[in-house]
C-alpha cells in the first residue's frame, strides 16, 4: 500500500506562536527538526507495517520546512512552492489511505493559530458547509477515493477531525490553552503516541470511508474585510455576493474548486490597509 502524507507545522508538537512558523523567526529553526522528527515517526510506523511507499508533502508556508537530510531515508519529499494542488500535490487514486499530520483548526475556532489557508479568510463553504484546511483537504482525497484515516495536531483539530470523518484516528500531541499557548508533550512522547496510532489507524482503515466531494460544487469565500473580497473577484467566474464579503465560485468539480481558492487566497493577500 502506498501512504500520503500531508504535514502542517501549527499542529506540531510542542509548537504554540508564529515564533515557530514563520522562517523569520528565532524558534522557526527548532521547529523545522520537530516538524521532521514527527514525519519521521509516523513514515517508520508505515513502513514497519508494511507500506511500499510513503510520499510527504511540505504543506506548510513555503512548503520548505522538511528537512530532507534527516528525513527517513525511504520516504519521498515533495517541497517547494507553487504546487498547483498545494497541500495535496501527489496525491492521486493510487494511494490507499492519507495521514494528516501537524493541522490545526479551522478560521474562528478555538484552537493553537486557528486559520484557514490565510488570515484573510473567515470562512470557506462548500455548497454552504463550512470547512477549514482540513475539510477541504479531505475532499479532495476523497475525489480520488482516499480516506483520510488519521489526523495528528492540537485537541481542537482532533475534535474537528473526528466530527468531519467518522472513525478517523485522531492523535492530540498537545492541548490548547489559547491561540498561542499549549499544555504539550514532549517530542519523544508524541512520537512514541503517533507510531501506536499510526499502527492503530491502519489496523481500522476498512471502516473510514473516502470524503466525497459534491459534484459541481458551490465556493464560497468569506474575507474579512471588503478590499480582500474586490482582489478575489479579480478571479474570472466569480462573484461577490451582495452586502457581504463572500466571493461566490461556481466550480466543475472540487479539483477546480480548490485550484480557484488558491487563486483567490493569493490575490486577497495583495490587500493593504493604507
Known sequence: MKLYLSVDMEGITGV?????????????????????????????????????????????????????????????????????????????????????????????????????????????????????????????????????????????????AEELIPNVTTVAVKETISRSSVKSLTPKKAGELLTEKVTEAFKKRHRVKPLIPPEKPILKIEFNNYGQAEWANLMPKTEIEPGTTIVRYEADDILEAYKAMLVMTELAMHTTFS
Not at 519529499?77 to 493510487?94: A, N, R, W, Y
Not at 470562512?123 to 480520488?144: K, L, Q, S, T
Request: aromatic residues 10%.
Open 16 to 160: 504554540p506562536d508564529d515564533t515557530y512558523i514563520e522562517s523569520s523567526k528565532h524558534n522557526y529553526e527548532r521547529a523545522r527538526k520537530i516538524m521532521t522528527d514527527e514525519t519521521n515517526f509516523v513514515a517508520d510506523a508505515a513502513f514497519q507495517f508494511g507500506c511500499q511507499e510513503v510520499l510527504v508533502n511540505d504543506s506548510h508556508s513555503k512548503m520548505n520546512n522538511i528537512l530532507i537530510d534527516e528525513l527517513h531515508p525511504d520516504a519521498l519529499l515533495i517541497t517547494g512552492d507553487v504546487k498547483p494542488f498545494s497541500m495535496l500535490q501527489g496525491l492521486d487514486h493510487t494511494y490507499g489511505a492519507a495521514m494528516f499530520i501537524g493541522y490545526h483548526a479551522r478560521a474562528g475556532q478555538a484552537g493553537v493559530l486557528s486559520h484557514s489557508m490565510i488570515h484573510a479568510v473567515r470562512n470557506f463553504y462548500i455548497n454552504d458547509h463550512i470547512v477549514g484546511e482540513m475539510g477541504f483537504n479531505a475532499y479532495v482525497a476523497g475525489y480520488f477515493g482516499v480516506p483520510v484515516v488519521l489526523v495528528s495536531g492540537d485537541d481542537q483539530a482532533a475534535k474537528e
